[in-house]
T-cell receptor, first 109, second 114 residues
Framework: GQNIDQPTEMTATEGAIVQINCTYQ??????LFWYQQHAGEAPTFLSY??LDGLEEKGRFSSFLSRSKGYSYLLLKELQMKDSASYLC??????????WGAGTKLIIKP | EAQVTQNPRYLITVTGKKLTVTCSQN?????MSWYRQDPGLGLRQIYY???????DKGDVPEGYKVSRKEKRNFPLILESPSPNQTSLYFC?????????????FGDGTRLSIL
């Protein structure tokens, strides 16, 4: 079966750095997405990786290793507004999105 | 403003009373999709549509119907709702499914079936 694993919840301190991991086992691979979802709101797109390596976008970076079936989202200089759930999703060989259950990130002052 | 609009945002209804949740996008996107989101389970796809008059089942299609008569609209129909369909529903659209084409989500519809 297809599976995406993320930690359920993480806690970090304002101003610090946090890394949210995602491991996947899917039928084929056509890219990996990260979305941010604030409580009660719609998911919003953060990043897309299809090749191995690090993609940097301001305070957020996303890394992919296809051989290991692994990705992480790195958030720097954490702000209170970064408190949200972070969803990892993989596009499989049929171009269907397989979603992880999400990681709830709690930022403490 | 580019957006996906869902209605209603909230609905409390009773078992067996047919309901429709509308979804409309103004981005001329070909691909549209419906998800339900339940605690601890993440987003699960109900139905999707690659283009007008083309719809396919997702992971959890039982108890739902959809139609795609026009490009911009993709309503979700619950013919005979049951309590296990109580959930948060999201409609999403994208310009395609290949490559870096992220999905744009509506604000969500919270359904409670009593």
């Amino acid at each position: 079966g297809q599976n995406i694993d993320q930690p359920t919840e993480m806690t970090a301190t304002e101003g610090a750095i946090v890394q949210i991991n995602c491991t996947y086992q899917t039928s084929g691979f056509n890219g990996l997405f990260w979305y941010q979802q604030h409580a009660g709101e719609a998911p919003t797109f953060l990043s897309y990786n299809v090749l191995d390596g690090l993609e940097e976008k301001g305070r957020f970076s996303s890394f992919l290793s296809r051989s290991k079936g692994y990705s992480y989202l790195l958030l720097k200089e954490l702000q209170m507004k970064d408190s949200a759930s972070y969803l990892c999703a993989v596009l499989d060989s049929n171009y269907q999105l397989i979603w992880g259950a999400g990681t709830k990130l709690i930022i403490k002052p | 403003e580019a957006q996906v609009t869902q209605n209603p945002r909230y609905l409390i209804t009773v078992t067996g009373k047919k309901l429709t949740v509308t979804c409309s996008q103004n981005m001329n996107h070909e691909y549209m999709s419906w998800y339900r989101q339940d605690p601890g389970l993440g987003l699960r796809q109900i139905y999707y549509s690659m283009n007008v008059e083309v719809t396919d089942k997702g992971d959890v299609p039982e108890g739902y119907k959809v139609s795609r008569k026009e490009k911009r609209n993709f309503p979700l129909i619950l013919e005979s709702p049951s309590p296990n369909q109580t959930s948060l529903y999201f409609c999403a659209s994208s310009s395609g499914v290949e490559g870096n084409q992220p999905q744009h989500f509506g604000d969500g519809t919270r359904l409670s079936i009593l």
